[in-house]
């Protein structure tokens, strides 16, 4: 499959061609993983296949939309209903002011440190219990 072949093909074309060829791409791993693919070199076409059709698709894609772009300029937007007032806010109240001093004595308490956890006594063996 070539580039310029693809060129050719329509987009809906090259669509459908895409995920025929990315099933196609997931059954020959499925297959070699399972050993039973016969020609492991079709994973490699089917991969180089698959990404030549995405590139062209890409390419049609960004070429059909910057040259759409060119010929028919976008219809303006309607225009928006206005919108309504909004109320006033509410005055914020002053904040406290501290001054740098007590600012810089107000430190947050140390975290406490959780009590260590004591280890369960051993078991006393038959032994031991006598």
């Known amino acids: 499959m070539k580039a310029k072949d693809l060129r050719e093909r329509s987009l809906e074309d090259l669509v459908e061609l895409e995920k025929?060829?990315?099933?196609?791409?997931?059954?020959?791993?499925?297959?070699?993983?399972?050993?039973?693919?016969?020609?492991?070199?079709?994973?490699?076409?089917s991969r180089r296949d698959l990404a030549r059709v995405k590139t062209v698709l890409f390419q049609l894609r960004h070429k059909g939309g910057a040259a759409a772009a060119v010929?028919?300029?976008?219809?303006?937007?309607?225009?928006a209903a206005p919108k309504a007032p909004k109320a006033p806010k509410a005055p914020k109240a002053p904040k406290a002011e501290v001054s740098a001093p007590a600012a810089a004595k107000s430190k947050p308490a140390p975290k406490s440190k959780p009590a260590p956890k004591s280890k369960p006594a051993?078991?006393?063996?038959?032994?031991?219990?006598?």
């Open 71 to 79: 010929k028919a300029p976008k219809a303006p937007k309607p225009a």
């Open 122 to 130: 051993p078991k006393k063996t038959k032994s031991e219990a006598k």
């Open 20 to 45: 025929s060829l990315a099933v196609d791409v997931f059954q020959n791993r499925l297959k070699n993983f399972t050993n039973r693919l016969d020609d492991t070199s079709s994973m490699k076409k």
